[in-house]
């Protein structure tokens, strides 16, 4: 029950943030909420966090709590007409991801024979 939870969850946080992608790039958002997600995206790759993640678990628990809580910030202070037209092609992406994962397990295998060709050399 609570994988499942935690399941759904990761997948609406991931669907958000290709709706952010999308807003970022939409010329309608104002120039401040792309400031935000640039922050937001900075925060996420940057080595310096709020607490530490040398501490265990609790390193790590500050960067899944304030991504996730930033998206959904983010998403909410977006204008309705961007959001809308971000969500459709953030769908449209997503049926189309399909055949893009199939293409990423196939480079994937071939990488992974070439670096088994390389050992055995």
């Known amino acids: 029950m609570l994988f499942s939870r935690l399941r759904r969850w990761a997948t609406l946080i991931k669907r958000d943030i290709v709706v952010l992608w999308f ?18 995206v900075a925060y996420g790759i940057s080595p310096i966090d ?6 265990p678990f609790m390193g790590l628990l500050d960067d899944a709590v304030i991504i996730p809580s930033g998206a959904m910030i983010l998403l909410r202070l977006l204008p309705r007409e961007v959001r809308i037209s ?7 992406q997503r049926a189309r991801g399909k055949k893009i994962a199939g293409w990423l397990v196939l480079i994937a295998l071939i990488w992974l024979a070439v670096v088994i060709y390389l050992i055995r050399q």
Do not use: C, H, Y
Not at 86 to 92: D, I, V
């Open 86 to 92: 971000s969500s459709e092609r953030a769908q449209s």
């Open 50 to 55: 709020i607490i530490p993640d040398v501490i």
């Open 23 to 40: 807003a970022f790039r939409d010329p309608r958002t104002p120039w401040w909420n792309k400031l935000a997600m640039l922050g937001l």
